[in-house]
């Protein structure tokens, strides 16, 4: 699985606190961003739980 950070980013870094391993805040850009291509298999649950929790519905999941 694949995912994104859109541009409804609104830099609240709940992504990059619930799963550091993957998500990470970019200063100059002023939104989190994605650390891998594909997400390990034993992060895609935590993923999942990240862009469900995400306010703004920036992170797109892409199967």
């Excluded at 859109?6 to 989190?32: H, I």
Aim: proline letters at 3%.
């Amino acid at each position: 699985m694949k995912v994104v950070i859109t541009k409804n980013c609104m830099g609240d870094r709940n992504c990059n606190e619930l799963c550091p391993e993957v998500f990470e805040y970019d200063e100059d850009q002023l939104m989190s961003i994605v650390k891998f291509d594909e997400i390990p298999e034993h992060l895609q649950a935590i993923v999942r739980q990240a862009a469900a929790e995400c306010g703004a519905e920036a992170i797109e999941i892409v199967e």
